[in-house]
């Protein structure tokens, strides 16, 4: 079985028009590969379309999505996935891989 580390995945977003705003949506979890990455950031983000009105729930494994724009278009394409590394300057919190 493989050891699961925790990865970061950035996907572009886009806004409708007219804004024509630009930025990115981070997710954050545990997989075993950035494959499994993408893919499990993709569900995390089509459960909290789906559960746009319940409270956010966070996976076992730390996968959620929170701070959806509705109506942005998240450009899947262009996603990358890394392991996630800590910042310099201070740890995350309420993180609990």
Known sequence: ?????????????NAPA???????????????SA????????QA??????????????EPDGWSACGIREGWDLDWPSAKATPWTPP?????TGYRP
Do not use: W
């Open 35 to 42: 494959d499994e990455a993408l893919i499990r950031a993709h």
């Open 1 to 13: 079985m493989q050891r699961s580390e925790i990865y970061e995945v950035t996907v572009p977003i």
């Open 45 to 58: 983000y089509a459960t909290a379309v789906t559960a746009a009105n319940a409270p956010a729930v966070r």
């Open 88 to 92: 310099r300057s201070s740890t995350p």
């Open 18 to 32: 007219p804004a024509r705003a630009r930025g990115l949506h981070v997710f954050t979890g545990r997989a075993t």
